[in-house]
């Protein structure tokens, strides 16, 4: 049976991954409300009650098996600057750790984008997915009409394979609407080739 991903915090010089936990849940609104109109295609509470609601349901989810959150923390200034998590997680062999899951849910703070925490934390992301957890793909998922979402994507290195139709759900609509989702993934035979590209990026 799946057991929980254990918490963990992922280092590097930008950026520090640490658990998400409630105590996040002010830092985090303030994040997302230095500007949000980046946040048109994604989910980011612009209150406090509504970013608890958020970081509970994250928690719920990783003890279902389902995900592991982290808070995005800057290292220059120790600043809560947004959120990230591991999710989709498969199992096919019925080992403790996934075979395969998923990057999303990352959102930062308009002070924080453009810098080098975005790249850095996917490194860390990547890292960790592969040499510790030794899964076999890592995909990367994005509403389709996300244009920035999708090179922010393909800068990293990953494959993009299609696109899922009405898959998941938009979030700028009034009712419930079925999204269009781009799909790129990082194999583990790829890794050594992607984190090369990525460490000389973030040595820039």
Known sequence: ???????VTLAGRHVRLEPLSCDHAEALTAAANEDRSTYGLTP????????????DHALDGRARC????????????????????????????????PDELEIGATWLAASAQRTGINTEAKYLLLQYAFEQLGVWRVAICTDARNTRSRTAIERIGATFEGVLRNHRVAWDTAEPTPRQTAVYSIIDEEWPGVAARLREKLDR
Request: charged share 20%.
């Open 66 to 97: 389902d995900l592991l959150p982290f808070a995005q923390v800057a290292v220059a200034g120790g600043r809560v600057v947004g959120s990230t998590r591991y999710l989709d997680l498969q199992w096919h062999r019925g080992l403790d750790t």
């Open 44 to 55: 980011v509470p612009d209150t406090v009650a509504a970013m608890r609601e958020y970081i």
């Open 1 to 7: 049976m799946p057991r929980p991903l254990a918490p």
